[in-house]
C-alpha cells in the first residue's frame, strides 16, 4: 500500500500567501523534485512537501534509483507520479521545476533525471541544482565559506562552497544503507574525512578553506541523524561537525526556494 508522508518544507516567509479570496496572491507554478536512493521527495508551491520510500511502491520491488542515479525510469516516473497524485489539487501545467542532482553527475545521469521530470510534468522549464548547495540554501547556511557533507542512503557528498556557490566537491558511492547492511561505521566515516582533507588541499578552495574550517562542517541527509558516525567524522577531522537543523529536508527546502526564484524571474539562470 502505498502511504506518503508528509515532508515539513517551509515556504519563506516573503513567499506568497495562498488565498482564496478575490484578487489574492496565488503561489508561482513551481515544483522542486529530489530521487534520492532511500526517498523520493517532492515539495509544490501553495501544497508543500511529500516523500516516500525510492523502492516498494508503484507496484514494484525494484529500487528505481541507485547510488544516487536512475536506473528505472519508468518505475521512478511511477513512484513519483503516484506522490503527487496525493495533493488535493492536481499541479497545472508547465511548471518550473528545480531538481536536486549528486555532484559530478554526468550528462546521461543528468538526463535520466530530466527524463522522469518531463515525463511527470511536462514543465515548461527543467533547471538543475546541486543537491549540496540546495542543503546549503535550505539550512540557511549558504553566505559565506562553508563545509557541507550530504551523507545519503547510498551516496555521499561533500563540497566547499562560497557564497552559496559550489568552488570544489566530491562524491563517494558509500552510504548509511552500507552501514545497515553490515559495513562498519568507520567506513564511511574515513570516507568523508577523506573527501573533506581532499578538498580542503585543492588549490581552487584556499581562499575560502579558513573560513569554513572556523565555521566547522555542517552535515545533511541520512548520516546527520546517526550520533556515532557524526563524533568519528569530528574526531578524524578535528573540527566542529553540526548536523543541520532539518537535515532529511534541507536539500528539498533549498531547490523549493530555488524553483520560486526562477517561476518569479524567469530570466534568472
Same mark, same amino acid.
Given at each position: 500500500?502505498?502511504?506518503?508522508?508528509?515532508?515539513?518544507?517551509?515556504?519563506?516567509?516573503?513567499?506568497?500567501?495562498?488565498? !482564496?479570496?478575490?484578487?489574492?496572491?496565488?503561489?508561482?507554478?513551481?515544483?522542486?523534485?529530489?530521487?534520492?536512493?532511500?526517498?523520493?521527495?517532492?515539495?509544490?508551491?501553495?501544497?508543500?512537501?511529500?516523500?516516500?520510500?525510492?523502492?516498494?511502491?508503484?507496484?514494484?520491488?525494484?529500487?528505481?534509483?541507485?547510488?544516487?542515479?536512475?536506473?528505472?525510469?519508468?518505475?521512478?516516473?511511477?513512484?513519483?507520479?503516484?506522490?503527487?497524485?496525493?495533493?488535493?489539487?492536481?499541479?497545472?501545467?508547465?511548471?518550473?521545476?528545480?531538481?536536486?542532482?549528486?555532484?559530478?553527475?554526468?550528462?546521461?545521469?543528468?538526463?535520466?533525471?530530466?527524463?522522469?521530470?518531463? !515525463?511527470?510534468?511536462?514543465?515548461?522549464?527543467?533547471?538543475?541544482?546541486?543537491?549540496?548547495?540546495?542543503?546549503?540554501?535550505?539550512?540557511?547556511?549558504?553566505?559565506?565559506?562553508?563545509?557541507?557533507?550530504?551523507?545519503?542512503?547510498?551516496?555521499?557528498?561533500?563540497?566547499?562552497?562560497?557564497?552559496?556557490?559550489?568552488?570544489?566537491?566530491?562524491?563517494?558511492?558509500?552510504?548509511?544503507?552500507?552501514?545497515?547492511?553490515?559495513?562498519?561505521?568507520?567506513?564511511?566515516?574515513?570516507?568523508?574525512?577523506?573527501?573533506?582533507?581532499? *578538498?580542503?588541499?585543492?588549490? !581552487?578552495?584556499?581562499?575560502?578553506?579558513?573560513?569554513?574550517?572556523?565555521?566547522?562542517?555542517?552535515?545533511?541527509?541520512?548520516?546527520?541523524?546517526?550520533?556515532? *558516525?557524526?563524533?568519528?567524522?569530528?574526531?578524524?577531522?578535528?573540527?566542529?561537525?553540526?548536523?543541520?537543523?532539518?537535515?532529511?529536508?534541507?536539500?528539498?527546502?533549498?531547490?523549493?526556494?530555488?524553483?520560486?526564484?526562477?517561476?518569479?524571474?524567469?530570466?534568472?539562470?
Amino acid at each position: 500500500m502505498f502511504v506518503p508522508t508528509v515532508v515539513p518544507v517551509p515556504q519563506p516567509s516573503t513567499g506568497p500567501r495562498t488565498d !482564496a479570496r478575490p484578487g489574492a496572491t496565488t503561489p508561482p507554478n513551481a515544483i522542486a523534485v529530489s530521487l534520492g536512493s532511500g526517498r523520493i521527495q517532492v515539495w509544490a508551491a501553495g501544497r508543500g512537501g511529500l516523500g516516500c520510500p525510492s523502492a516498494g511502491t508503484a507496484g514494484t520491488s525494484r529500487v528505481p534509483v541507485r547510488r544516487g542515479r536512475v536506473v528505472d525510469g519508468p518505475g521512478c516516473t511511477g513512484v513519483l507520479s503516484q506522490l503527487i497524485r496525493q495533493y488535493r489539487d492536481p499541479i497545472p501545467a508547465g511548471p518550473v521545476v528545480v531538481v536536486c542532482r549528486p555532484v559530478q553527475t554526468t550528462t546521461t545521469e543528468q538526463h535520466a533525471l530530466g527524463q522522469v521530470v518531463e !515525463a511527470v510534468f511536462a514543465p515548461s522549464r527543467v533547471l538543475f541544482i546541486d543537491t549540496v548547495r540546495a542543503a546549503a540554501i535550505g539550512a540557511g547556511a549558504a553566505t559565506g565559506g562553508l563545509l557541507v557533507v550530504d551523507i545519503g542512503a547510498e551516496i555521499s557528498e561533500a563540497a566547499i562552497l562560497r557564497d552559496g556557490r559550489v568552488t570544489a566537491a566530491r562524491r563517494t558511492d558509500i552510504g548509511t544503507r552500507d552501514l545497515t547492511h553490515g559495513a562498519p561505521t568507520e567506513m564511511l566515516s574515513h570516507a568523508v574525512a577523506r573527501m573533506i582533507k581532499e *578538498l580542503c588541499g585543492d588549490a !581552487a578552495t584556499r581562499a575560502v578553506v579558513p573560513t569554513a574550517l572556523r565555521r566547522g562542517l555542517l552535515v545533511v541527509g541520512d548520516g546527520a541523524g546517526t550520533p556515532d *558516525l557524526i563524533a568519528q567524522i569530528a574526531a578524524n577531522l578535528r573540527i566542529p561537525v553540526q548536523a543541520a537543523s532539518a537535515p532529511w529536508t534541507a536539500a528539498l527546502t533549498g531547490a523549493g526556494l530555488a524553483a520560486l526564484s526562477a517561476a518569479r524571474h524567469p530570466s534568472t539562470r
